[in-house]
């Protein structure tokens, strides 16, 4: 059966998102997704046609989201939709819901010496599937630093400081780059990388997210645990202290 695929692409205009979006597209389409494009948030209002995906691509830097789309997309994930993005297009996206934070693992903080800082994704070499065969590699582009979720499985770093900040008196850390996590029978995928279009079509980009895409798309046909629906999550953000 075609697995499908939602990729939804707007917000700040610096992330090439209509560009990023056409290049994720191809990917999913090259392995033979049925692939939806929308540019509106409003995507996300049919919680049953979501939770039918097989997969979500959220491509949509900062920004405001109503609070029951971002529940919409927490159902299908928790019932094994994947969702899967990369750069600001997931963890810089709707600052202000840490409903969507909890759910991708993470969110964006700071990119010390801002577009061009060259430096070195480390890839760990582990079990997993998603970066078997993949050496570490050099990019110049911005570079993450991200408040990061202790439970994501973490697939790829690069080492800080390498731009002078406020942040270099500390101690050098490890940061992750690519990672993985569980929501409920979902499958979550981040790749920091993709700060423009370019940055996507890397090679090693683009075959990161591949990856990254099949695997969260397999989730549903997967077992990945013993989750039932008495744990679903439903949401903070109306009961706000």
């Known amino acids: 059966m075609t697995k499908k695929a939602l990729i939804v692409w707007g917000g700040w205009d610096g992330h090439q998102p209509k560009e990023v979006a056409e290049l994720l597209r191809g990917i999913l389409a090259a392995e033979g997704f049925d692939v939806e494009v929308s540019d509106t948030l409003e995507a996300f209002a049919d919680k049953e046609k979501?939770?039918?995906?097989?997969?979500?691509v959220p491509a949509w830097t900062m920004g405001k989201i109503e609070q029951e789309w971002v529940n919409n997309i927490s159902a299908a994930v928790q019932a094994g939709?994947?969702?899967?993005?990369?750069?600001g297009g997931m963890c810089d996206a709707f600052r202000e819901n840490t409903d969507w934070q909890f759910m991708t693992g993470g969110q964006w903080v700071a990119h010390p010496g801002n577009d061009g800082t060259e430096?070195?994704?480390n890839?760990?070499?582990?079990?997993?599937?998603l970066v078997a065969g993949i050496s570490d590699f050099t990019v110049s582009t911005e570079q993450y630093y991200l408040h990061v979720d202790p439970a994501n499985e973490v697939l790829a770093t690069t080492r800080f400081p390498v731009a002078p900040g406020p942040?270099?008196?500390n101690k050098a850390v490890d940061m992750p780059v690519v990672w993985t996590k569980r929501w409920g029978r979902g499958r979550v995928y981040y790749n920091?990388?993709?700060?423009?279009?370019?940055i996507v079509a890397l090679p090693q980009v683009s075959e990161l997210m591949r990856r990254g895409f099949l695997w969260c798309a397999d989730?549903?046909?997967a077992d990945d645990g013993d989750y039932t629906a008495e744990g679903a999550y439903t949401g903070m953000q109306d009961n706000q202290l």
């Open 167 to 169: 942040h270099s008196p």
């Open 50 to 56: 979501l939770t039918g995906l097989d997969l979500i």
């Open 119 to 121: 430096y070195v994704v």
């Open 219 to 221: 989730g549903k046909a």
């Open 81 to 87: 939709t994947g969702l899967a993005g990369c750069h």
């Open 192 to 198: 920091s990388l993709g700060h423009q279009a370019d």
């Open 123 to 129: 890839v760990k070499h582990s079990s997993s599937p």
